[in-house]
């Protein structure tokens, strides 16, 4: 019987001949083995005995045909001899150890030629597809063709390694965002300290002046009372006085000698010294002017607070935006508040000027070159937009370059779905719901450009880690009119 290189399932090889089972059979002891093999065996010895566990029978016993389904019988055991029989030569004959073998496929069809019947182990790089041989011979004989494993493996490597460069890219990202949350936590800290000393001298000076206008108000109750007190004293003694002469009079007015009477009459009927009272009053009114003092001082302290509080930044301007029409690109449509723009189908009669794009966008009025901003602007209904902030260098001619490094930080929005963030590389992303209104911020010396959905309350997208140089100008790109479908303005909206 012919022999197998290779190791083969117990199951499906006979003990005696060591190949795949032909006609196998089982014999009482359940061993398997192919019947011609079993019977040849049996005629050599003098008794029947199992050639694997030695069980020895009285007499030749009757053979079963084998029904497992773990062996292979029929057809099946051809096709896996002739398989066997092809294999073989390739592990041992040098020649033919240079061929590829491959595990079993599914569409075999797939793998060869159609039109050479041949293998598919070439790849053309001219025309991006898998050829034979035959083909290099033929219509792609003057092509660049590699083996087909060489391009694969290189295709693995190059993606691996774009894989890779976005993973670096990512873990760049997330170190810059951790490094700008450091930097903020630390000028955070700073700025409480600073804030908590500026309001601590605040309070106070406000409590200073508290404590002058009680003191002087308190002053000004003591010397009305002590004035009120002398003046009651005063009256009480004329009072006093009054009722001593009334006494006497009426001691006069009971005798009957008139003469002396008259005599005494300058002594008596003279009027006692009496103060004009019209014109003494107690003062109800407060003096003022000391409170005067104490506001007008702490208003100055409130202005300096205030100046020291916008230069560190913890404030936010709120931005009055309006359109520059001296920068909008001819095909844009501006309102006459400055606060929309659109774009339209016919090009404007608009004089020549150095500071207009040719790009469908334009620029605030407002630029800023300190502190932090922010603004907000409607989007509702569009198909494709883009806002940002541009550098007052940036190039207004010809095509713009949406980067950074070119003086644009922005985010576009294409197809209504896709948003970019114009970074270096550029971040692509589906937001969750699509925004009807979207908030700018950006704060200048932290170099942060930040969007945010406010409908949703949302962050989008952070420029971090940017170094800003000159004055920045809110950009607004309305995208182009889609037939119509993305016709709707751009709206500056009023903060709420």
């Known amino acids: 019987m012919a022999t197998s290189s290779g190791p083969l399932n117990e199951e499906l090889q006979c003990s005696i001949c060591l190949d795949v089972f032909t006609d196998p059979v089982t014999i009482p002891c359940g061993h398997n083995f192919c019947r011609t093999c079993l019977n040849k065996f049996w005629t050599s010895t003098q008794t029947c005995f199992c050639p694997l566990c030695k069980e020895t029978f009285s007499k030749r016993p009757d053979l079963m045909i084998n029904t497992n389904s773990g062996v292979i019988m029929g057809g099946e055991v051809r096709m896996i001899k002739r398989a066997l029989t092809h294999l073989e030569p390739h592990h041992r004959v040098p020649r033919l150890k240079k061929h590829k073998l491959i595990n079993a496929v599914e569409n075999l069809e797939d793998y060869i030629c159609q039109k050479h019947e041949r293998p598919l182990d070439l790849f053309c790089r001219d025309d991006q597809m898998s050829v034979c041989l035959s083909c290099t011979e033929g219509d792609h004989r003057t092509h660049n063709t590699v083996p087909i494993e060489k391009e694969n ?21 997330i170190q810059e965002i951790q490094h700008s949350v450091e930097l903020q936590k630390t000028n955070m800290e700073k700025e409480k300290s600073a804030n908590v000393e500026l309001f601590t001298n605040l309070i106070r000076s406000i409590e200073r002046c508290q404590s002058e206008l009680l003191k002087m108000m308190e002053e000004q109750q003591k010397a009305a009372e002590k004035q009120a007190e002398d003046l009651i004293k005063e009256l ?26 008259l005599q005494m009459h300058s002594s008596l009927y003279s009027r006692p010294h009496i103060k004009n009272w019209t014109e003494n009053s107690i003062d109800t009114d407060v003096n003022v002017l000391p409170l005067h003092r104490a506001l007008t001082q702490l208003k100055k302290t409130h202005k300096a607070l205030n100046k020291k509080l916008s230069k560190s930044g913890m404030w936010v301007r709120y931005m009055d935006v309006t359109l520059d029409p001296v920068t909008a690109n001819p095909y844009l449509i501006l309102s006459d508040d400055g606060k929309q723009v659109s774009v339209g189908d016919i090009e404007q009669d608009v004089p020549v000027n150095p500071k207009r794009f040719d790009d469908y966008c334009v620029l605030a009025k407002q630029a800023f070159s300190s502190g932090r901003f922010y603004y907000e602007v409607q989007v509702k209904g569009k198909t494709g937009w883009s806002l940002g902030v541009a550098r007052e260098s940036i190039n207004r001619k010809g095509d713009i370059s949406p980067s950074p490094e070119d003086g644009l930080w922005s985010m576009v929005l294409i197809n209504q779905r896709q948003y970019i963030a114009c970074d270096n590389p550029a971040v692509g992303f589906s937001h969750r719901r699509t925004p009807e209104k979207v ?3 950006v704060d200048y010396e932290e170099g942060l450009v930040s969007f945010y959905d406010v409908g949703s309350r949302s962050h989008i997208y952070s420029f971090t880690g940017q170094t800003f140089t000159e004055k920045l100008y809110p950009y607004f790109g309305p995208g182009h009119n889609d037939k119509g479908k993305n016709s709707n303005p751009l709206i500056i909206s009023p903060v709420s």
């Open 153 to 173: 493996r290189e295709k693995l490597v190059k993606k691996k390694t774009d894989v890779q460069q976005m993973i670096q890219n990512k873990m760049k990202k």
């Open 236 to 261: 009480q003694q004329e009072i006093t006085d009054l009722k001593k002469r009334n006494t006497e009079l009426e001691q006069i007015s009971h005798t009957d000698d008139h003469l002396p009477l």
């Open 439 to 441: 908030g700018v911020f």
